[in-house]
């Protein structure tokens, strides 16, 4: 008793001076009971206590916590498998100098505040937490920073308020809903012998667990249910959860060149692209009404074979099902309209960067969904690697730790427990709208696909598995002893399930065909946008620049700002809207016609050329203020946020939203144009081809800034001829535009093609130095009248038309150069000279080239000019194009930098100096042969 009391007095004077597991004590519990309120000591049992018995409490309490934090060591959560039977010291009694009679002496309440009735002592403390903390479900939460959520959990874990109590029938229809996997999965390894389906088997309780997270978000009235998943399992998802039919699956299977199984009338109401893709890739949707008669939307997305970049597309997809944007300022989201949940692989979810990136934009304010229920598919290796090749961590999961994440592990054997899972991570994602992870502990039965052999590379665990039973299996034995059902009641489900698939099967037609058809692009692609009228009257420009420049009473913008923002006003007295302008005025006027917007990127809400300043900055309070969401007359909201450093994430973000909210016209805006290549998965595999293989629109709008100003690689180059290289089929517009005005008209198209058919993505090739330069900006009358014009004719130039002998086309910057170039050189004679800027790359102008060509019947050199190496930017594109248009007494030329590894030098001097040979060389009529 002394001791205790000298360690309270020293802990009253300062906590860190008492051991920590006494620290605990006395912050939980207080005074020791026998110190009155007066400090005198009181009679009872307390008083016999000795130092001895106060040091088994005090390790007692520290085996508590030590199974709190770390029972999930010894958790029963492998069902095959070396770390099958797990020994901890960190929960072992024994490591603490605990016998079994030393904590039966210890009443529960003195280690277990708030210890069930049925609890009596120490002992009884540690079976029980263990049975929570270390069976065939555990869990991890104390990296989580928040008191309220860690307690919540603690206490839900601890008193088993989410624990699955099913009755007999309920019981029942959990074993049919596994059958159904599980006979699904052999009915189609035996009838489809060979092919790939990415079977379920191992963690088949995968199916339940979603449909029981779908009832419960439709008993909430939630609107969509998002989802994300690679191949494991896929089909099995797209049968059981989003009722894609039976036949139209196997039909999919079908392998006979000269025969197609036709499912029945009913089940082909699902639209692909016109290129297709494998089965394993395809999304699917479907409506799902419960007892309350509301309807719920189930989206699970299209994803390619790269995994995991299809988590921020899901996320992106969930925000914009949130979003309002009916309205002036930001979008408000209503985070329980929508939920995401993402299914991971376990070698996938630790190894693939893109999943860090998805996760760090989970509490942002301008990417946070509400929290995305994460289930790792955990299958124990990934294709042929163990995960003691493939990871740093004790558990796949452990990445999500770095972002306090809670983390469930369960074994996928149990389903009750399993169940228990979800309920757990659905409350807490409706309570605390924050990310949580179920680690679903399974195997995979085959290889990685079906042709896969896995014995050769993982013996011991594949002998294992052999011999271990089917999930299936496992619960119906448990229900067995139970007397939940008979053995014989098991045998004859199991015959139902089969039969029940080979009927659907048998019921199936085969259609004889010569060849296949193959499907044909959307007219609407295959039609150009030319028609389409951007321009806006003088009076509403007029009122919405005036608007534009408003700033709230007592705002405080930094001074040389408020100056520069000061010259927009006088933008339209002077007769030249600059870039900065030109593009503010087509953001206000998109807004005005009823089409929200939403732009993101590093820098974006200044811009990182300092040009766009959508968001103000009060220099004496810090407030913000964005002159777009307080424009008269607009009913469309304004998203414009900095993104963090993230390229992949983030545009893969932007596509999803863009593809869940076509009438949305949505911006990413790389820092800098070459930054565009981190996401080149996103780039090639959703936004370049999205519409083809999956029949996915989108007409979001990326802008990169692309030209060469001497500030070397990675600091100049856009890679436009990766666009060009991608461009087939009307898949993109790709365009490098030189006026304030082209740039208004080109985003006002983009945003009248938004959910019609036609609609398709745009890359912009956006200036840097030119955001300034006056050559760049436009007379009003530009944006009053016409509309965006593919190719721009260079003034004062080829107005002798027998006497041109060059036409030179080219694009983007270098063409400002080439202005500039002429003017100096004024009094030279041009008369053998035209000049075009081709604005729209992609689709070619070619129509519209050969009629401008037409009127120069005399010209003898059609040369292409770029300020990118020879093996980039367009030439490659547009010398096939050229080479169509021009006569057989014409030549094609090439003028620009030579073929490089490095998109350009890190020199400025030499950059200038090769600059300035390029123009030379453009000025300059050549005698014959390939320029260089």
Request: glycine content about 8%; hydrophobic content about 35%; aromatic content about 8%.
């Amino acid at each position: 008793m002394g001791y205790v009391e000298e360690q309270y007095e020293q802990f009253l004077e300062d906590p860190d001076l008492v051991d920590p597991s006494l620290k605990d004590i006395f912050r939980e519990y207080g005074a020791p009971e026998w110190i009155s309120p007066g400090g005198t000591t009181q009679p009872g049992e307390a008083q016999e206590l000795s130092d001895g018995d106060v040091q088994k409490i005090s390790a007692t309490m520290k085996l508590v916590e030590a199974i709190r934090r770390h029972g999930h060591l010894e958790a029963n959560i492998y069902p095959v498998g070396r770390k099958k039977d797990r020994y901890s010291p960190l929960v072992d009694p024994k490591n603490y100098g605990l016998s079994d009679e030393d904590l039966r002496s210890i009443p529960a309440r003195w280690v277990w505040k708030n210890a069930p009735s049925n609890v009596n002592n120490a002992l009884d403390v540690v079976k029980t937490l263990k049975s929570r903390y270390a069976g065939k479900i555990s869990f991890e939460f104390y990296h989580v920073h928040d008191d309220q959520e860690r307690e919540w959990l603690q206490q839900n874990v601890e008193t088993g308020n989410f624990n699955v109590t099913l009755n007999p029938e309920e019981k029942k229809e959990l074993l049919q809903n596994i059958a159904e996997v599980e006979g699904f999965e052999q009915f189609l390894g035996k009838t489809f012998v060979g092919q790939k389906r990415f079977s379920i088997e191992g963690l088949d309780v995968m199916v339940p667990m979603l449909n029981r997270l779908v009832h419960e978000a439709n008993n909430d009235s939630v609107e969509h249910v998002l989802m994300g998943m690679a191949h494991r399992g896929r089909l099995n998802v797209l049968a059981h959860v989003l009722g894609k039919p039976y036949d139209l699956i196997f039909s999919e299977f079908h392998s006979s060149p000269d025969k197609e199984l036709i499912p029945s009338e009913g089940s082909t109401g699902i639209n692909y692209g016109w290129t297709g893709d494998v089965k394993y890739h395809f999304g699917a949707d479907r409506d799902i009404k419960g007892k309350n008669e509301k309807s719920t939307h189930v989206t699970l997305a299209h994803n390619p074979s790269h995994l995991e970049f299809v988590n921020p597309i899901v996320e992106g997809y969930t925000r914009a099902a949130q979003d309002d944007r009916t309205h002036s300022g930001y979008a408000e989201p209503d985070l329980n309209k929508a939920f995401t949940i993402s299914i991971h692989g376990d070698a996938a979810f630790i190894g693939e960067g893109v999943v860090a990136e998805t996760l760090n934009l989970s509490r942002l304010r301008g990417y946070h969904t509400g929290g995305t229920i994460h289930i790792i598919a955990n299958n124990l290796v990934g294709f042929t690697t163990n995960n003691t090749d493939g990871r740093s961590t004790t558990y796949a999961s452990d990445l999500a730790k770095g972002f306090e994440i809670p983390v469930v592990h369960v074994n996928a054997d149990d389903p009750e427990a399993c169940l228990t899972a979800v309920n757990l991570v659905y409350e807490y994602r409706k309570k605390f709208h924050k990310d949580i992870l179920i680690d679903l502990v399974g195997y995979r039965r085959y290889g990685h696909n079906e042709m896969d052999e896995p014995r050769s590379t993982q013996p011991y665990l594949y002998q294992n598995i052999d011999e271990h039973e089917s999930a299936l299996h496992v619960y119906a034995q448990s229900l067995v002893e139970e007397g939940v059902i008979s053995e014989d009641e098991f045998k004859q489900l199991k015959k139902d399930v089969s039969k029940k698939f080979k009927s659907i099967y048998e019921s199936m037609k085969e259609d004889e065909q010569d060849e296949p058809e193959e499907a044909a692009v959307p007219e609407a692609l295959t039609n150009g946008l030319e028609e389409i009228e951007t321009a806006v009257p003088l009076e509403t420009l007029e009122e919405l620049n005036e608007n534009l420049l408003k700033r709230p009473e007592g705002f405080n913008v930094f001074k040389k700002l408020e100056r520069i923002l000061k010259k927009r006003a006088k933008g339209f007295e002077e007769g030249k809207i600059d870039w900065s302008l030109g593009e503010a005025l087509a953001f206000a006027t998109i807004l005005k016609d009823g089409t929200p917007i939403r732009i993101t990127g590093q820098d974006t809400e200044r811009g990182t050329f300092a040009h766009r300043h959508a968001v103000l900055h009060d220099v004496e309070t810090e407030e913000t203020y964005s002159p777009f969401h307080d424009l008269a007359g607009v009913h469309a909201s304004f998203d414009v946020y900095n993104s963090p450093l993230s390229e992949i994430g983030v545009l893969g973000f932007e596509y999803g939203y863009s593809v869940q909210s076509p009438e949305t016209l949505v911006f990413w805006e790389a820092q800098f144009g070459d930054f565009a290549n981190t996401g080149q998965v996103i780039l090639d595999q959703f936004i370049a081809a999205g519409r083809a293989k999956w029949g996915q629109k989108s007409n979001m709008v990326l802008l990169l800034p692309h030209g060469y100003e001497g500030q070397g690689p990675e600091h100049s180059s856009a890679r436009l001829e990766r666009f060009l290289q991608l461009s087939a089929e009307n898949n993109f517009t790709v365009a490098n535009v030189t006026s304030s005005a082209q740039f208004f008209h080109l985003l006002r198209r983009q945003a009248a093609i938004g959910g019609k058919d036609s609609a398709r993505p745009l890359v912009v090739m956006t200036p840097k130095s030119l955001l300034r330069n006056p050559r760049v900006a436009a007379a009003p009358s530009e944006f009053t009248e016409g509309k965006f014009n593919p190719v721009v004719e260079q003034k004062n130039l080829g107005t002798k038309k027998t006497k041109v002998k060059r036409v030179v086309l080219g694009s983007g910057k270098i063409m400002v150069d080439l202005d500039e170039a002429l003017d100096e050189r004024r009094g030279e004679d041009f008369d053998w000279l035209h000049v075009l800027r081709v604005e729209q790359i992609y689709p070619f102008p070619a129509e519209q080239i050969k009629g401008i060509l037409a009127r120069y019947k005399n010209a003898e050199e059609i040369v292409w000019v770029q300020e990118e190496p020879r093996n980039a930017g367009s030439w490659d594109f547009v010398k096939e194009e050229l080479q169509k248009l021009v006569k057989d007494s014409q030549t094609v030329k090439y003028i620009g930098r030579p073929r490089r590894s490095a998109p350009s030098v890190g020199e400025p001097n030499i950059h200038k100096a090769e600059q300035s040979k390029i123009i030379n060389q453009t000025l300059k009529l050549s005698k014959g042969g390939d320029s260089q």
